[in-house]
């Protein structure tokens, strides 16, 4: 079994940051890609920001600029760094992983449970 879970998030300023953190534990052969995602009420789930195996990374236009992804490999841990925080920003923030747990194996999907973002002043 494979969990993801995500820590980081809370209450921040306009113009503030947060680093969310997502860690992988389980039997965990290797990760491919891990993807960031946010969905806030009424609102359809949006893909944020995406980092391959290998360190490719890939951001939506709306937070270009504004936030990084990063991952440790050895410690099967991806992090995103927030900068120039909106109030549109304020969201319930998920990551995502495929993930194979042998040698040979498929890839499987695996989420987080979810990290809540609020940006207000």
């Known amino acids: 079994q494979v969990q993801l879970v995500e820590s980081g998030g809370g209450l921040v300023q306009p113009g503030g940051s947060l680093r969310l953190s997502c860690a992988a534990s389980g039997i965990i052969f290797s990760i491919n890609t891990i993807v960031w995602y946010r969905q806030s009420p009424g609102k359809e789930r949006e893909l944020l920001t995406s980092?391959?195996?290998?360190?490719?990374?890939n951001y939506a236009d709306s937070v270009k600029g504004r936030f990084t992804i990063s991952r440790d490999n050895d410690k099967n841990t991806v992090s995103q760094q927030m900068n120039s925080l909106k109030p549109e920003d304020t969201a319930v923030y998920y990551c995502n992983a495929m993930v194979r747990t042998q040698y040979r194996g498929s890839y499987s999907d695996y989420w987080g449970q979810g990290t809540q973002v609020t940006v207000s002043s």
């Open positions: 980092i391959s195996s290998v360190g490719s990374t």
